[in-house]
């Protein structure tokens, strides 16, 4: 029997290794048009730009930095165009996107294209929306307490949100991984679990099928009455995406986690304590299991060895007592993207690495 819909994980999310040229390049192998690149240099010190379709390549909201709370900008050098099998960039001297001689990774989510407006809530919104992946991207203006539509079809799961027009922190909201909506952890920190209302207001209901709320006031970015916002919707999908929380053991032979599938990329942060967020993927490492080459969204630090996790072909194992992924007691969340689905559709059954 069929364990997913989804056998080609890769045609939704994928890892493409590039190294930077400081010229214009069209970087393709991509497998997809995607509309969500998020890039890293692995090798100097940079923080992480995010850009989407939705936003636009070169828009004057185009460009947001996972590691900092600075608004959105207009960049002419970073990511100039979506392209039919991935991205083209422009000559960065900013040493991002596109440096000279740089070793350089882009994590690619694909959504719907350009985006189109969504009346579900009770202000309109502009949603590019994948209901087989379970990913959207939705951008509004935030004025007092809203509804958004975000276009998934169902409850999301995760929702990660950042204040485009001012100075805000990036906040991951779950009600699942963090306890309730109110709940959050900060994509540009270090924070243990917090409590606001800029995903849940406590006159407004809980994300639906259909809409989740934001909370101008909370968001308040430079105290503007207006915030243009974005914010990336993950809904689970199995044999595809498994996001949860589990629990360290303090050694060496750490918890197994079942996710259904063979990871492409696992992001995990602990939630218990301060601590950064580490994020593993199966293109950086090329050798047999373990993983262990980490990169922090936080940080514009470099990649740094010694992570110690099995990618397996129906979850993943921790093999480190580092206390970033395996202090004992400590809890901690994770997302988790597939390379190979346990059992497609096609009944081909995944293999361990």
């Not at 360290?248 to 304590?273: C, H, M, Q, R, W």
């Amino acid at each position: 029997m069929a364990y997913t819909t989804i056998n080609k994980p890769s045609e939704y999310f994928n890892t493409k290794l590039y190294t930077g040229t400081s010229s214009s390049q069209s970087i393709t192998g991509v497998g997809f048009q995607p509309d969500m690149v998020w890039v890293k240099r692995r090798d100097g010190v940079a923080h992480s730009p995010i850009q989407d379709v939705v936003r636009g390549a070169t828009s004057s909201i185009s460009y947001i930095m996972s590691g900092v709370t600075a608004g959105a900008s207009s960049v002419s050098d970073a990511i100039t165009s979506f392209d039919s099998d991935g991205f083209s960039l422009g000559a960065d001297s900013s040493t991002r996107s596109n440096p000279s001689g740089g070793s350089m990774v882009s994590w690619n989510w694909k959504a719907n294209g350009a985006g189109v407006s969504n009346t579900d809530g009770s202000i309109t919104s502009t949603v590019s929306a994948n209901t087989v992946s379970g990913f959207s991207i939705v951008t509004y203006t935030n004025q007092n307490v809203n509804t958004i539509g975000h276009g998934l079809g169902v409850v999301p799961k995760v929702l990660i949100g950042k204040c485009l027009s001012g100075a805000s922190a990036w906040v991951f909201a779950s009600a699942d991984l963090l306890g309730s909506w109110d709940k959050y952890l900060l994509l540009n920190s270090t924070n243990a679990t917090g409590t606001d209302s800029r995903f849940f207001y406590p006159s407004s209901a809980a994300p639906t099928s259909t809409v989740f709320s934001s909370d101008q006031s909370a968001w308040s970015a430079g105290g503007s009455a207006t915030e243009t916002m974005v914010a990336y919707c993950f809904a689970e999908k199995k044999g595809f995406s498994k996001f949860g929380k589990y629990t360290g053991n303090g050694n060496a032979d750490g918890p197994f986690i079942y996710t259904g599938f063979k990871p492409a990329l696992v992001l995990v942060k602990e939630t218990s304590a301060i601590d950064n967020w580490i994020l593993l993927d199966n293109k950086r490492d090329t050798a047999p299991n373990p993983h262990k080459l980490a990169l922090f969204p936080n940080l514009a630090d470099a990649e740094a060895g010694d992570y110690l996790t099995d990618f397996l072909s129906n979850g993943f194992k921790i093999r480190s007592a580092t206390g970033s992924l395996n202090t004992s007691s400590a809890t901690y969340i994770y997302m988790a993207f597939a390379s190979e689905p346990l059992v497609g559709t096609n009944n081909v059954p995944a293999t361990a690495r």
